[in-house]
Nanobody
């Protein structure tokens, strides 16, 4: 069964940076836009950023200017560089093949004041 595996989460202070990475099957990366969703505590999931196999990107307004998404199709990875983290960025972050049911298990990011 196809699987996406996230890494890189953790506990940081506001203003710090973190880099999330996700690895999965090559065919998934070749055929789908890849994205990062997050679920803040008590709120619904939201799309943070996504990137097509051709390099077209979407960055959500709450993170624009602070977060960057990148992908390496040859390595079947997608990464999310998160700078200037805020307490409001706290949540569980999920890697996903956008538009499919293929999601990772999620990784916790906690930002303290």
């Amino acid at each position: 069964q196809a699987q996406l595996v996230e890494s890189g989460g953790g506990w940081v202070q506001a203003g710090d940076s973190l880099r999330l990475s996700c690895r999965g099957p090559r065919d998934v990366f070749e055929n789908n836009p890849m994205g990062w969703f997050r679920k803040p505590p008590g709120k619904m999931s939201e799309l943070v950023a996504s990137m097509t196999a051709f390099g077209d990107t979407y960055i959500g307004d709450p993170v624009k200017g602070r977060f960057t998404i990148s992908r390496d199709n040859a390595e079947s990875t997608v990464s999310l560089q998160m700078n200037s983290l805020r307490v409001s960025d706290t949540g569980v972050y999920y890697c996903a093949a956008v538009g499919t049911s293929l999601w990772g298990q999620g990784i916790q990011v906690t930002v303290t004041a």
